[in-house]
T-cell receptor, first 113, second 114 residues
Framework: AQKVTQAQTEISVVEKEDVTLDCVYE???????LFWYKQPPSGELVFLIR??????QNEISGRYSWNFQKSTSSFNFTITASQVVDSAVYFC??????????FGSGTKLNVKP | EAQVTQNPRYLITVTGKKLTVTCSQN?????MSWYRQDPGLGLRQIYY???????DKGDVPEGYKVSRKEKRNFPLILESPSPNQTSLYFC?????????????FGEGSWLTVV
């Protein structure tokens, strides 16, 4: 079975705080891809990162970083020094065979000034 | 510019009035799909298409139809919309069936059925 769990429904932080969004996945595929998308209030899905199952290196992009650990089936996303513009719903997704996405239920991040 | 275009972006309609949400991509992609997004459930696949004239059900196909007569277009049809189909809908496309291919999402269509 393919499944993505984002246990945090909503998180509120004050600007400049660091925040980590959790993502745990289940899959039987040996080759798969993990994604994070940002959905601002306007509704579109903004692609943030794609990671394949053979690459466990952590990734850093500006204030964003991702920690992929196959041993715990997790792909967590950290925002350092959060800003109000980071307020959005964030989705973690898994893509195994073919092109079907399995999305988590999303985590709503509120960054207060 | 690579694009997946959905129309309409916003629609309020009444129960039972047939409607079609169009989706068009300009990247010559083989694979297209539709998702709906509901609070607390994330995005769930409605239908997908591997190529022209090839379509199949996703996880939540009830109440929807699709067609793929041309490679670039993949319309979503609600024959008799009901309030439980009020949702945010996304069309997506990608070059082929490989899981490594990037998927491109449209901007979303907000549909309200009253």
């Amino acid at each position: 079975a393919q499944k993505v769990t984002q246990a945090q429904t909503e998180i509120s932080v004050v600007e400049k705080e660091d925040v980590t969004l959790d993502c745990v996945y289940e899959t039987r595929d040996t080759t798969y891809y993990l994604f994070w998308y940002k959905q601002p209030p306007s509704g579109e899905l903004v692609f943030l990162i794609r990671r394949n199952s053979f690459d466990e290196q952590n990734e850093i992009s500006g204030r964003y970083s991702w920690n992929f650990q196959k041993s715990t089936s997790s792909f967590n996303f950290t925002i350092t020094a959060s800003q109000v513009v980071d307020s959005a719903v964030y989705f973690c997704a898994l893509k195994g065979n073919f092109n079907k996405f399995y999305f988590g239920s999303g985590t709503k991040l509120n960054v207060k000034p | 510019e690579a694009q997946v275009t959905q129309n309409p972006r916003y629609l309020i309609t009444v129960t039972g009035k047939k409607l079609t949400v169009t989706c068009s991509q300009n990247m010559n992609h083989e694979y297209m799909s539709w998702y709906r997004q509901d609070p607390g459930l994330g995005l769930r696949q409605i239908y997908y298409s591997m190529n022209v004239e090839v379509t199949d059900k996703g996880d939540v196909p009830e109440g929807y139809k699709v067609s793929r007569k041309e490679k670039r277009n993949f319309p979503l049809i609600l024959e008799s919309p009901s309030p439980n189909q009020t949702s945010l809908y996304f069309c997506a496309s990608s070059p082929g069936r490989s899981s490594g291919n990037t998927i491109y999402f449209g901007e979303g269509s907000w549909l309200t059925v009253v």
